[in-house]
C-alpha cells in the first residue's frame, strides 16, 4: 500500500515533537488493600505521611518539569492523571498543589483534562466535592462488579450499593466521569455479563473502561489459579464476551476506541490518548515511567526512565536528589518504531505510517516485517483505511499479543 518512508530531516522531527503538548502522570502508590488480581505498584501500609509524600511529589515535579522544557518556551500541557494505588486517598489539599504547580510549570492546554482515580467506599466518596474544588475535573472509579459474590472474589471493599452511590454522587459532581468493570470472571453467562454491563451502562456518563480477567504473575490470583482454586472462561468464550461488550455499549452510544476503553464521541481519554498515540509523557512518584523527547546527537532522542518502586526508598531518593529515577536510557529508532506500533495499534483509529517516522526516524518497513502484515491482511486481523492509517480490526484488536511479535522486526 505504501512505500517504505525515508528518515525524516532530525531538526524538523525534533520540532514537531517539541511543539506537540505532553501528559502528565503522578503516581500515588498506597492503598487500603491489595487486590488479589492486582500487579501495579500499590501497597499497604499501616500510616502514610501524606504531607511528607506530597512534598516529595512537588519536588521530583519541579525537577522533572526542568528537563522537559524545549528552550525558553514552556511546554503546553494536555493533561494531568492522578493514579496509583489509590489516589483519592490523597489529602484534596495535595492534588490541589500539584495542579497549582504543574500549570505554573507548564502552559496548560485551554481544555487541560485532570483525572484522578478512586474507589467507591463511602470514605473516598466523602471526599469528592473537595477533589473537584481542587481542580480535578474527570473521575475514574474502580468499580470492578455490581454484584455482592463477583466484588467478594476480586477483594473489593466497598458493596454494589455503595458503587451505584458513588457513581451518581460523581456525576452530579464532575464534568466528566469513568469507571471500570472488569468481565470474563469465572462462572460469568453471557446473560449475567449483559445484564450488568447494561445497568453499568445506564449508569454511566461518557466512558467506560471495560477489562478482561488475567492472571497476573506474582498475584494472589496467579497461586490461587495455579493450584486450581478457580478456572477462567476459554479463549472463545472470552471472545464471545467481548463481542458482546462492544454490541452492548454501542446501543448506549459508546464506540470501544482502545481495546479495552469505550467512549462518546470526544470523550475520550486524553490523557490515555496520548499514551496509544506515543507522545511525550512525564511519570511522577515511585515505579512511574515516562517518555520524554531531547536533542540528542541524532536530532533527537526519546529517553525512557523509570523511577524506584519502593515507596520508602522513593522518598528517602528524592528528598536527597530531587528525584528518584534508577534507569534512564535513550531508546533506539527501532525500538521506538516498535512501542509506537505498539501502542498504536490498540487504537480503533489505528496508527499512520507517518507517525511512526516522526517518532523513530525510520521507514514504515525498518519496523514492520512487510510479507508478514501482508499475511495478517489475509486473516482479516490487520487493514489498510482510506486516509492510509493501519488498522487491527476487531478480531485482531482480540489477538493482538499474538499479532505484535510476528508483525514487528
Known amino acids: 500500500m505504501t512505500e517504505a518512508l525515508t528518515l525524516a530531516p532530525a531538526a524538523a522531527i525534533s520540532d514537531a515533537t517539541a511543539a506537540e503538548p505532553l501528559a502528565l502522570y503522578i503516581h500515588w502508590p498506597f492503598c487500603a488493600a491489595k487486590c488479589p488480581y492486582c500487579d501495579f505498584n500499590s501497597h499497604v501500609r499501616p500510616e502514610v505521611d501524606a504531607g511528607r509524600h506530597g512534598r516529595a511529589l512537588l519536588a521530583e515535579l519541579e525537577h522533572e518539569a526542568a528537563r522537559a522544557q524545549g528552550g525558553s518556551t514552556r511546554r503546553r500541557l494536555a493533561s494531568i492523571f492522578f493514579g496509583g494505588g489509590t489516589p483519592s486517598l490523597m489529602p484534596p489539599d495535595a492534588v490541589a498543589a500539584l495542579i497549582a504547580r504543574a500549570t505554573a510549570l507548564f502552559q496548560p492546554e485551554d481544555d487541560l483534562e485532570i483525572t484522578l482515580e ?24 474502580g468499580v470492578q462488579a455490581l454484584d455482592a459474590a463477583s466484588l467478594g472474589f476480586l477483594g473489593r471493599n466497598h458493596s454494589a450499593g455503595e458503587a451505584v452511590a458513588a457513581l451518581e454522587h460523581a456525576r452530579a459532581t464532575f464534568p466528566r466521569l469513568s469507571f471500570d468493570l472488569i468481565y470474563a470472571r469465572p462462572g460469568q453467562s453471557m446473560a449475567e455479563w449483559r445484564a450488568e454491563l447494561r445497568r453499568a451502562l445506564s449508569l454511566a456518563a461518557d466512558h467506560l473502561s471495560l477489562y478482561q ?6 498475584t494472589r490470583f496467579a497461586t490461587e489459579h495455579a ?19 462492544v454490541e452492548e455499549a454501542a446501543r ?6 482502545e481495546v479495552s476503553n469505550y467512549a462518546k464521541p470526544g470523550a475520550e481519554s486524553r490523557h490515555n490518548l496520548a499514551y496509544w498515540r506515543y507522545a511525550d ?24 526512565a523509570r523511577r524506584h518502586r519502593a515507596p520508602e526508598i522513593w522518598l528517602e531518593r528524592v528528598e536527597r536528589d530531587g528525584h528518584a529515577r534508577v534507569e534512564e536510557e535513550a531508546l533506539t529508532p527501532v525500538e521506538r518504531g516498535r512501542e509506537a506500533m505498539l501502542m498504536g495499534l490498540r487504537l480503533a483509529e489505528g496508527v499512520a505510517p507517518a507517525r511512526i517516522a516522526a517518532r523513530s526516524g525510520l521507514g514504515f518497513d525498518a519496523v514492520v516485517d512487510r510479507a508478514m502484515l501482508d499475511a495478517l491482511m489475509e486473516e482479516d486481523y490487520l487493514r489498510w483505511l482510506p486516509d492510509g492509517r493501519l488498522q487491527a ?12 511479535p510476528v508483525l514487528l522486526r
Open 118 to 141: 478512586a474507589n467507591p467506599t463511602s470514605v473516598e466518596a466523602g471526599k469528592l466535592r473537595a477533589f473537584r474544588e481542587a481542580g480535578v475535573n474527570r473521575l475514574s472509579l
Open 213 to 218: 480477567l488475567t492472571v497476573e504473575p506474582g
Open 227 to 245: 493450584r486450581g482454586a478457580f478456572r477462567l472462561p476459554e479463549d472463545d468464550e472470552a471472545a464471545a464476551l467481548y463481542a458482546a461488550t
Open 252 to 257: 448506549f452510544g459508546l464506540e470501544p476506541y
Open 281 to 304: 509523557y512525564l511519570g511522577i512518584g515511585a515505579g512511574a515511567h515516562q517518555r520524554l523527547t531531547r536533542a540528542g546527537p541524532e536530532g533527537f532522542d526519546v529517553l525512557a
Open 393 to 404: 480490526t476487531i478480531e485482531g484488536r482480540l489477538r493482538l499479543d499474538a499479532i505484535l
